[in-house]
């Protein structure tokens, strides 16, 4: 069936660091994929997208990465910041609904 | 140019009773979805709607749920006879012509 899973439920890095979070698909026909934020108490909010004919797109700070072969997903943070602190959710989109993956939580140390 | 608005944000309800979850989405969508969010998991899709139609409701529970999106006035998700198992966050999601999905703030159930 279909699945979106991530590697680690918990991520923390330095402030001013890179952060890289990982995301699994199972699902071959999905073509359009998704990274949203949620912080606590608020409704995800769309970072960045890609679609399957594409393998890297970047948008101010960050950068999605997309490997078909291997059915991975990432999101890479630049120089992350205090407020980039949130859960990170991957989805992914084959048809008329987006399946979510469990999620990662981002510690931002000062 | 609002958002996705969802009300109430916050509802109490005992074992029973009956909730109702209203979302508007944006102005100039069509497409509305629901999902579910258990603390601490991810969003699980309930479903999808456009004016008048369920598009797809493979993730909503087969009793006591139910979903509807009228041609005038906001979507509603209803659940009756909640159970404690109900509580969770309900999130509202509208989509336009690309496909992205904006997400309301959500509704926060709580069964006592």
């Not at chain 1, 698909?25 to 994929?33: E, I, K, R, W």
């Not at chain 1, 004919?53 to 630049?78: C, E, F, P, W, Y």
């Not at chain 1, 991957?90 to 931002?108: D, P, Q, S």
Request: hydrophobic residues 35%; positive net charge; glycine residues 10%.
């Amino acid at each position: 069936g279909e699945s979106v899973g991530l590697h680690l439920p918990t991520l923390s890095v330095q402030e001013g660091d890179n952060s890289i979070i990982n995301c699994a698909y199972s699902n071959s026909a999905s073509d359009y994929f998704i990274w949203y934020k949620q912080e606590s108490g608020k409704g995800p909010q769309f970072i960045i997208d890609i679609r399957s004919n594409m393998d890297k797109r970047q948008g101010q700070r960050v950068t999605v990465l997309l490997n078909k072969t291997v059915k991975h997903l990432s999101l890479q943070i630049a120089a992350t910041q205090p407020g980039d602190s949130a859960v990170y959710f991957c989805a992914e989109n084959g048809g008329f609904k987006t399946i979510f993956g469990a999620g990662t939580r981002l510690f931002v140390k000062a | 140019n609002a958002g996705v608005m969802q009300n109430p944000r916050h509802l109490v309800r005992r074992r029973g009773q009956e909730a109702r979850l209203r979302c508007s989405p944006m102005k100039g969508h069509s497409h509305v979805y629901w999902y579910r969010q258990l603390p601490e998991e991810g969003l699980k899709f309930m479903v999808y709607l456009q004016k008048e139609n369920i598009i797809d409701e493979s993730g909503m529970p087969k009793e006591r749920f139910s979903a509807e999106f009228p041609k005038e006035g906001p979507s509603i998700l209803r659940i009756q006879q909640v159970v404690r198992g109900d509580s969770a966050a309900y999130f509202c999601a509208s989509s336009g012509p690309t496909g992205e999905l904006f997400f309301g703030e959500g509704s926060r159930l709580t069964v006592l």
